[in-house]
């Protein structure tokens, strides 16, 4: 696990020894089962497990793209080519957020710049499993340009805290704790802050 844990994932729970009751476990359980019952007997799956092989994308591997110097990185669930179109579909356990359109836009400006496909050709499907529940979108240039602009502003202020932007090096002093202990609860990075885990 410390030798290697890109690769290892601690339980959050067991690892700070946060107590989960048996109906939580329960309720966790159940929506998982949903997640995976509702996506096996999507159509979605049944289109997927049609189409040869041969015509889908690199997904699962960390990849990235440019925009203006600044390199962006992610990971497609599913994307796949179907006529000379491009579709991308991403797959969400939890509830619907305006942040879950943003990052498909992304994906969709990867498959314009690294793929060569037009975005009028690209189609991004967002599987909502819990609600069992598929929106589609296609992404106007004024959300295009919309996101490229949000993307280099929060590049730009997270380059404006550190210490030598050139470099990418930071000083831990430009980031002081917080003092509400209650919002680190639930945060996987808390031993690294405080040396444990957050009571």
Same mark, same amino acid.
């Given at each position: 696990?410390?030798?290697?844990?890109?690769?290892?994932?601690?339980?959050? &729970?067991?690892?700070? *020894? $946060?107590?989960?009751?048996?109906?939580? $476990?329960? $309720?966790?359980?159940?929506?998982?089962?949903?997640?995976?019952?509702?996506?096996?007997?999507?159509?979605?799956? !049944?289109?997927? $497990?049609?189409?040869?092989?041969?015509?889908?994308? +690199?997904?699962?591997?960390?990849?990235?793209?440019?925009?203006? /110097?600044?390199?962006?990185?992610?990971?497609?669930?599913? !994307?796949?080519?179907?006529?000379?179109?491009?579709?991308?579909?991403?797959?969400?356990? @939890?509830?619907?957020?305006?942040? *879950?359109?943003?990052?498909?836009?992304?994906?969709?400006?990867? @498959?314009?710049?690294?793929? @060569?496909?037009?975005?009028?050709?690209?189609?991004?499907?967002?599987?909502?499993? *819990?609600?069992?529940?598929?929106? &589609?979108?296609?992404?106007? +240039?004024?959300?295009?340009?919309?996101?490229?602009?949000?993307?280099?502003?929060?590049?730009?202020?997270?380059?404006?805290?550190? !210490?030598?932007? /050139?470099?990418?090096? !930071?000083?831990?002093?430009?980031?002081?704790?917080?003092?509400?202990?209650?919002?680190?609860?639930?945060?996987?990075?808390?031993?690294?802050?405080?040396?444990?885990?957050?009571?």
């Amino acid at each position: 696990m410390e030798k290697k844990p890109k690769w290892n994932t601690n339980l959050f &729970e067991h690892y700070y *020894n $946060r107590e989960i009751t048996k109906e939580d $476990r329960l $309720r966790i359980k159940e929506r998982v089962l949903d997640s995976l019952a509702n996506f096996y007997h999507s159509d979605i799956f !049944a289109r997927i $497990r049609d189409i040869e092989p041969v015509s889908w994308k +690199p997904i699962e591997q960390f990849q990235s793209f440019k925009i203006d /110097d600044y390199t962006i990185g992610l990971k497609i669930d599913f !994307a796949i080519d179907i006529d000379g179109n491009l579709e991308i579909h991403d797959w969400k356990t @939890g509830k619907e957020d305006e942040s *879950n359109i943003e990052q498909l836009i992304c994906y969709a400006l990867y @498959g314009e710049q690294k793929w @060569g496909y037009n975005l009028d050709n690209i189609t991004l499907k967002l599987f909502y499993l *819990n609600d069992n529940r598929i929106e &589609e979108y296609k992404v106007s +240039p004024e959300q295009k340009s919309e996101v490229i602009d949000n993307i280099i502003k929060n590049c730009q202020t997270m380059q404006s805290l550190l !210490a030598d932007p /050139d470099n990418n090096i !930071a000083n831990k002093d430009n980031f002081p704790m917080i003092e509400n202990l209650n919002v680190c609860k639930w945060c996987f990075f808390q031993e690294i802050c405080y040396g444990g885990s957050v009571e």
